[in-house]
């Protein structure tokens, strides 16, 4: 997969043309370019400057296969041209996890962008049902990091407790806390707070699971828009 850059104008455009929820930037194109679609999961467009990494690590690779087919061709050079390989192998490797880490990070920035540019999702006046949106969508895109984040101390309340497994346990936390089971997750969240206490605990678990501070005032003003 390719990734390229869009300005926000095209971006929207994009969004805008979404028909189901997870859908890739990859295949909206597809779809309005009456292109076929692929049964493959697209790279989302690239959303910041950290491609670099990715097309320093290419230039490696290209690097070192032409390394070593000129190693096989003259033998006697072989032994120096071989070390070489090795260093700029090396050099490679430790620089592909952090390539795989940004591109799959931007994806998941992406996808839940297109999630909140949904028109289901920005005809719901309810915060209630935004925050439950939200919060759904954070644990679809990585079920662990989400359920780290929620226990983190940083996002439970210092004297309450915000997210659990159950219902008893929110029932149980205090009076009224309104507990309801977060869609299509295995969690359960407390939900009689305003809405700014709402935005805190987003902000915390976006904050725990590394996505950078662009995508979290995104997600912020999607969930205050016109509430």
């Known amino acids: 997969m390719k990734i390229i850059e869009v300005d926000e104008e095209l971006y929207q455009y994009i969004a805008s043309h979404t028909q189901s929820i997870g859908e890739s930037a990859s295949d909206i194109l ?5 292109l ?3 049964n493959i999961r697209s790279v989302a467009l690239d959303l910041s400057d950290k491609t670099e990494n990715i097309d320093r690590s290419l230039s490696l690779q290209q690097e070192t296969a032409s390394i070593y087919s000129e190693s096989t061709v003259n033998q006697q050079t072989a032994q120096p041209q071989e070390e070489i390989v090795t260093q700029q192998i090396q050099v490679v490797e ?3 996890p952090d390539a ?3 591109v799959s990070k931007q994806s998941d920035a992406a996808d839940l962008m297109i999630l909140l540019d949904t028109p289901e999702f920005k005809q719901e006046s309810k915060a209630v049902v935004r925050f439950l949106t939200i919060l759904s969508g954070l644990y679809k895109l990585n079920n662990d990091a989400f359920t780290q984040a929620i226990r983190s101390e940083n996002v439970q309340g210092r004297t309450r407790v915000y997210f659990a497994q159950d219902e008893q346990t929110l029932l149980d936390a205090g009076n009224h806390t309104k507990p309801k089971q ?6 359960w969240v407390i939900t009689n707070n305003n809405s700014g206490r709402k935005m805190i605990m987003l902000e915390g678990v976006m904050r725990e699971m590394g996505f950078d501070e662009k ?9 205050v828009a016109d509430n």
């Open 182 to 187: 977060i869609p299509d997750c295995p969690h």
């Open 215 to 223: 995508t979290i005032d995104y997600v912020k003003n999607a969930f």
């Open 30 to 34: 597809r779809r309005l370019l009456h």
């Open 36 to 38: 076929p679609s692929l």
């Open 100 to 102: 795989e880490l940004d």
């Open 94 to 96: 430790r620089a592909e």
